[in-house]
């Protein structure tokens, strides 16, 4: 029942900007975790960003100060701002949820949903 579906994605030259979304279900769970995570052939997939329920935030140390996760709670929204692009984060990116848990250490195998994914190419 639970549903991710992220947009936003596409092709921007590096130093660009781009504004990922994530649109959920309704989330009938006292706590949780949202997340967005990337992946790119041939490596493991890392995670980028997470929210908690309270609003605690977590960066990887490679998009830190670059990206900016929030929520929009009345559309069950989440963005991922992402300024700055370098082709480094060239990668598909996933938004993910952990029902229940405060998972701001990005490991993925704390995360029970995932979308499937939007790609994002930075050029240089």
């Known amino acids: 029942q639970v549903q991710l579906v992220e947009s936003g994605g596409g092709s921007v030259q590096a130093g660009g900007s781009l504004r990922l979304s994530c649109a959920t279900s309704r989330l009938d769970y006292n706590t949780y975790s949202l997340a967005w995570f990337r992946q790119v052939p041939g490596k493991e997939r890392e995670g980028v960003a997470a929210?908690?329920?309270?609003?605690?935030?977590n960066y990887a140390l490679s998009v830190k100060g670059r990206f900016t996760i929030s929520q929009d709670n009345l559309k069950n929204t989440l963005y991922l701002q992402m300024n700055s692009l370098k082709p480094e984060d060239t990668a598909m990116y996933y938004c993910?949820?952990?029902?229940?848990?405060?998972?701001?250490?990005?490991?993925?195998?704390?995360?029970?949903?995932w979308g499937q994914g939007t790609q994002v190419t930075v050029s240089s």
């Open positions: 993910a949820l952990a029902p229940f848990v405060r998972a701001l250490d990005l490991r993925r195998s704390r995360f029970a949903y």
């Open positions: 929210i908690y329920s309270d609003g605690i935030t």
